[in-house]
C-alpha cells in the first residue's frame, strides 16, 4: 500500500514516464507505425516485450545497460527508456512516439504493518522525515541584517513561504530577516534584496522542511 507520495524529481512534480523513442528523422508518429523486425534497446525488456507483443508488433529486443538513447539510430531503430521531461532524448536527435507507462517514487508499506499501532507510527515517522528531505531540496534559508529605513522596502521585495521572521538586533537600529525562498528565484534574488537596502546576506541549505 502506497503510504507517501515522494514525488523525488530534479526538474518537475516526480512522475517520471517510460516511453517510446524513435530517431527524428524517421517517418513514424506514433507507435503503431513501427516496423515489424524493428530493433529495441531498452533497461526494461519483460515491460517492453509485453507491450509490443500487445500491439502485435514482432521486435527484436535488445537489453540495454545504460545510454540507450545514444544507440539509435546507427545500432538500434527503437528506444524504449525512462524520462521525466524528454530532453535528454531530444539532445539525442530522438523523438517521443508513444508511452508505455506513468509512475512516481512512493513509500511502500504492507497492510498488516499498517494495521499494528506502533509500526504504523514508526512507517508514518518514516515518510515524514523523507518528505521532509525532498521538499529541502527545492528551497533555501536566507538570512539578512537590514537597517530601519530599509525594512519595508526589503520584506515587499521577499517571496517566502509565510511571512518572514523579523527580529530587532541589540543596540541598533536593525533588523534581522530569516525566510525560506525557492533555491530557482535566490540567484536573481539576492541582488535586489541588496539593492533594496540588505546587508549580511547568507544563502543556507536546508536539510529538511516538516510542515
Known sequence: ??????????????????????????????VAAIRPG??????????TDRFFADLNIPV???????ASEAKVPDLMDVVVDLTE??????KNGLKIVGQIMESHTALLANRESLADPERRREIEEIATLLSGVIEARHQVLLTMNVPLPALDRVIEALPAMKKPTVSRLHGIDYFSIQTVVQKGLV?????????AGAEDILEIPIAKIVR
Open 1 to 30: 500500500m502506497e503510504v507517501a507520495n515522494l514525488s523525488y524529481s530534479k526538474t518537475g512534480d516526480g512522475n517520471v514516464k517510460i516511453v517510446v523513442a524513435v530517431h527524428r528523422d524517421e517517418p513514424i508518429e506514433n
Open 38 to 47: 524493428s530493433r529495441v534497446t531498452t533497461e526494461y525488456p519483460r515491460l
Open 60 to 66: 527484436r529486443l535488445f537489453a540495454s545497460y545504460g
Open 85 to 90: 521531461t524528454g530532453s535528454t532524448l531530444r
Open 187 to 195: 540567484n536573481g534574488l539576492i541582488p535586489q534584496l541588496k539593492a
